[in-house]
Each structure stands twice: as structure tokens, then as C-alpha cells.
């Protein structure tokens, strides 16, 4: 069974989710912008968190039979990036999550998802 790309934006917030990661926020881009049909950030407390809470996601991506385009910034742990193609996952550490606040750039997106 191939997950729709909603069904797939659920599934990395719950993974997140189940790793505690912070203000889990899902952003609708449809009709907003050809990068993706949804982004998902959220933030951990420490680089281990971090790591985390991207190989919970990957695991669960993996699980479903997704392709993982991507990651970048596991080593470091400051901002994991994941591709799952139309879902593309922002896994911050904290400060960093302040510094960029992503959600402001796309803030004529629509917050499907605040957890």
C-alpha cells in the first residue's frame, strides 16, 4: 500500500511525536510552493535528541516502504533535513530552530498539524 503524501506528513509528526520532540508544526504548501506539499518541523533539546527523533522518522519512513530522497545534517545534529519527497522534515535543535524560524518564511502556509 502507497501512503498518500497526507498520510506520510502524519506519520513523521507521530514519529517525532513518539521521540517527544517540540512544537511539532505541519505546514500545507500546496499551491504555495514546488518544493513540497507539506513541511514538518519540530526541535530537539540536545544533538541527541536531535539524531533521535530523524532516525525514528526514517525507521517509520522505511517501514511504510518510502524512499528516503535525503538526509543531511545527522552528524552535526543542529538541522536534519529529510526528503521524503513530497514531505520534507525539519528536525532542529533548538537554538537553531529559533535562529532560522522557517515557519515565518512560509508563513502563508496552512498549519495542518500543531502538536
Given at each position: ?15 517525532a ?17 514546488l ?30 516502504g518510502?524512499t ?45 498539524e500543531?502538536?
Amino acid at each position: 500500500m502507497t501512503l498518500t503524501n497526507e498520510q506520510l506528513m502524519q506519520t513523521a509528526v507521530d514519529a517525532a511525536n513518539d521521540k517527544k520532540a517540540m512544537n511539532i508544526v505541519a505546514l500545507d504548501l500546496r499551491g504555495i510552493s514546488l518544493v513540497a506539499d507539506y513541511f514538518v518541523i519540530c526541535h530537539g533539546n540536545s544533538d541527541t535528541q536531535v539524531q533521535a527523533i530523524a532516525t525514528e522518522i526514517r525507521k517509520r519512513a522505511h517501514d511504510e516502504g518510502v524512499t528516503i530522497k535525503g538526509i543531511e545534517g545527522m552528524d552535526s545534529a543542529r538541522w536534519v533535513l529529510m526528503d521524503l519527497g513530497d514531505v520534507v522534515v525539519h528536525v532542529f535543535h533548538r537554538d537553531e530552530r529559533e535562529y532560522y524560524n522557517i515557519e515565518r518564511l512560509w508563513s502563508d502556509a496552512k498549519v495542518v498539524e500543531k502538536v
